[in-house]
Structure formats: C-alpha cells, structure tokens
C-alpha cells in the first residue's frame, strides 16, 4: 500500500469512526434484516394500472444529479393559451409498501435516507429505490401526478391530483441542461435531448415566473448549496457548489407540488403531515396540523416529492392513494390519525438527528481538508453571530461557515482574508491572521 492509498483509507476509517459511535449514540442501524435486504422483483406485488391516468404519451422526463439512481420525480411543461401546464409525477412508493406492511414499519422507523460523504443508508431497500420505483428512462412506472394550471403571472389557476402511468423520455443531468440553457449547441448534447428541447427553455421560463412570484409573497430563494465532500488517493477534495438554473427550476416546481398536495389535503378534510416554520432561520418540523411555513411564506406545505428517501412523504403517498381509490375520509383517519402524529414526532426528531450526523462528519472532512492547507488564505464574509456572540464567517469559496475568531468588532457584511485552524478540542474550525479587506 503507497502513501496515498494509507491516506484514503486512513480518511475513510476516521469517517467509519465518527459515523459507528454516531449511529450507535443514537440507535440507528444502516442494515436491513436479511429477509428484506434479500428481496427480488417477483417478492413485490403492485397496485392494477388499469385505473390510473396514462401519461405515457407525454414528454415527460427526470432532471437529477448525473450519479443519481433513485429518481423520484419527474416533470413536464406545455405552453398553454392562459400560461403553462405543469405535471410533476411522483414516484409511487404506497404502490409497494401499504400501510401496516412490514416494509412500512420499517421505513417509518428509518424514518429518512442518510447522505454522508462516505456512506449512503437508504429509507428503503434498493429493489425499491434504485429499480421499481425509480422512474428510469424508457420504463413503465406508477406515479401519484399533480397536474397544474398556470397564467402568465405564475398563479394557480386550477389543479388535479390522480394516479398515472408514465415512461420517462430521457434522463436528464443538471450540468447538461445548464449547458442547454446557456446557448451551448454541442451535437452529443442536442441528440440526446432532442425530443424535450423546445420543452426545456419553456421549463425554464416558467421556472423564472414562479421565483418572481415567490419572492413578491415573500418567501425566501437560496441560491447556495453545500459544498461537494469527496475522498480522493491524495486527501479530501472540496468542490463548490452552485445552483444553476436546471436546479433551481427542479426545485421551484416541487415546492409548488408539494404546496398543492398541502392544500388538497386541507381541502378534502384529510389526515396530513405539514411541515411547520414558525419564523424565519428557525428549525422546521413536521405536525398534523395545518401551520405557516415562514421561509416559503405559505400557509400551508407538505412533503410529498420524495418518498423514496422520506417517511413523511410516504405517509402523505398512502393517504392520497387511499382516497383517489374511493376510500371515505372517515375510515382514512381512522387509520392514519394516529400513525401520522407518531410519524410527525418521529420524523422530525430523526431528521434533526440525521443532520447533526452530517455536521459531524463534515467537520472531519473539513479537519482533514484545513489541517493539509494550513497555508492557505481565503477570503469570507461576516454573515452572524453564534449564541456566544463570536461572528461567523462564511467562506466564499467553499460555502462553509467558521467561527471568526480574532475579529474585533466585526460588522455583519464585512470580508476578511484569514486562514483557517483547528479547534484543541477538534470541534470547531477557526480564523486566524485575519485582514479585513476595503468594502
């Protein structure tokens, strides 16, 4: 083994280390039973297609990250006479996993995927989340679909909820459509997106509709995304990243989705889990009552475009599923009632968990990053303060906040060049030799 390859596995140890002690502090265990890991295609049963509403003849298609493999939605505009015809169709999960099945326990355990730099642990098994209900291009698959009728100012005019049937046309990557978007005419790009083009730049007009739209309500667009972790032979790479169009448009159309469905599901006197945002910065959550989601400045929101990765989303799946098969509402609460307010506390608290898991192994990756670029300067900006009342500091290459040690007096909005150090502890990241650089 040369130097490098001890580097790597060194990293990937030290990463192994903090996640175990992490997954056992908090009961978790990325295992499924051997029973369910062991599943085959012929060991899942699936709901008639007869009934549901054929979309197959539509250009639909999936905008995702290139390495992705479960995609969980799927999207197609129309330019229509009064604005736009937007239909976001859902992986349907609940055409799996009903409610009570041993799948579902499971799942509502789980409760959530878990993305680290180093390990993914799936909500459900990957016969499932990599196959039967991704929606992979040129593949029959079941969908819960929301159908949307747009003006020109980006309002809702009308909308539908149904099951369907979809064949995706292509599998779309984010990088691509941004070159497409931007004016490139590379011939592989063209061929292979050729028959959704004209339907890409409409997407994308739309897109810019519905962010003016969003932001004149008041709700809140965040550009930024965290930045790309990996583990290379040579250390720990640090990519930043940005959202290009193709990902901001993903994610507006499934804020309107999930928007949609929170108000289907208010409207029809349904059992619903709502995700909750008392005043803006302030941690989200999950009840069964209706509540304002601050940052998106709506009166209502759910969860409903990922139930491949979250319980809520599920459980959302199952009540809708039920009652677009006829089931009265009477008998659906009397199922779900209960099991959503467990759903709701155990999801919440599970997320929490999850994401305090993530900065725990972020932060050894930035350790490993910081401590072989000891050297190094970069440039930040003044962005708050902790509960000590120390400024943070956001770096503007990386994305990432540190504590802004040695900055006296420091203003928000205000930039320094400094370097970065260790805690003693190895709990925090600090600047050092700071300069603060004219406005």
Same mark, same amino acid.
């Given at each position: 083994?040369? *130097? ?28 499924? +039973? ?16 007869s009934h549901r509403k054929d979309f197959r003849g539509e250009k639909v ?13 799927? /999207? ?5 006479? =009064? ?9 349907? /999960? =609940? ?19 878990? $993305? ?24 029959? *698959? ?27 046309? /292509? ?41 003016? !739209? ?8 965040d550009d930024s995304l965290k930045p790309k972790i990996s583990i290379l ?18 994610? !507006? ?52 475009? #990922?139930?491949? *990765?979250?319980? =809520? ?9 039920? $009652? ?39 932060l050894y990756c930035y350790q490993e990053y910081f401590r072989n670029h ?16 120390? +400024? ?18 420091? /203003?928000?909005?205000?930039? $320094? ?15 050092? #030799? ?6």
């Amino acid at each position: 083994m040369n *130097r490098m390859d001890e580097f790597t596995v060194n990293i990937e140890q030290g990463l192994m280390d903090v996640t175990a002690n992490q997954f056992v502090s908090h009961n978790i265990n990325p295992a499924f +039973p051997q029973e369910i890991a062991r599943l085959q295609v012929q060991d899942l049963s699936v709901e008639e297609s007869s009934h549901r509403k054929d979309f197959r003849g539509e250009k639909v298609f999936t905008i995702d990250c290139e390495d992705c493999k479960d995609m969980d939605d799927a /999207v197609s505009v129309i330019k229509i006479s =009064s604005g736009y015809r937007l239909a976001v169709h859902i992986a349907d /999960v =609940s055409a799996y996993i009903p409610l009570g099945s041993e799948l579902d326990c499971i799942a509502s355990d789980r409760a959530t995927s878990i $993305y680290l730099p180093h390990l993914t642990v799936p909500m459900l098994p990957e016969i499932l989340s990599n196959n039967l209900c991704s929606l992979n291009s040129g593949e029959s *698959r079941h969908t819960l679909s929301v159908i949307i009728h747009l003006n020109h100012r980006g309002e809702v005019l009308r909308s539908e909820i149904t099951k369907g049937i979809i064949r995706s046309r /292509v599998k779309g990557v984010y990088r691509e459509i941004n070159r497409l978007l931007c004016g490139n005419k590379d011939n592989e790009l063209m061929e292979k997106y050729k028959e959704v083009y004209e339907e890409i730049f409409t997407m994308a007009n739309l897109y810019k509709v519905l962010r003016m !739209e969003r932001i004149q309500r008041g709700g809140r667009c965040d550009d930024s995304l965290k930045p790309k972790i990996s583990i290379l032979k040579n250390g720990v790479q640090i990519t930043q990243s940005e959202k290009g169009v193709a990902e901001n448009m993903i994610e !507006e159309f499934m804020i309107l989705a999930n928007r949609i469905v929170a108000e289907y599901l208010y409207e029809n006197n349904l059992p619903a889990i709502f995700r909750i945002q008392e005043e803006k910065n302030h941690l989200a959550a999950y009840q069964s009552r209706k509540m304002h989601h601050a940052e998106l400045a709506l009166e209502c929101y759910s969860h409903f475009t #990922s139930p491949i *990765r979250r319980i =809520s989303d599920l459980k959302i799946h199952q009540v809708l599923s039920m $009652y677009l098969s006829g089931r009265n509402t009477l008998e659906i609460h009397q199922l779900f009632d209960e099991v959503l307010n467990q759903v709701c506390e155990r999801a919440t608290k599970r997320s929490r968990t999850v994401n305090q898991i993530q900065k725990k192994c972020e932060l050894y990756c930035y350790q490993e990053y910081f401590r072989n670029h000891k050297e190094d300067s970069y440039i930040g900006r003044v962005i708050g303060f902790d509960c000590k009342e120390r +400024p943070i500091v956001r770096l503007n290459q990386y994305n990432v906040s540190i504590v802004g040690d040695a900055l006296i007096n420091a /203003v928000i909005g205000e930039q $320094y060049s400094f370097k970065v150090r260790i805690s003693d502890d190895q709990k925090e990241l600090f600047t050092y #030799s700071p300069a603060k650089l004219a406005a």
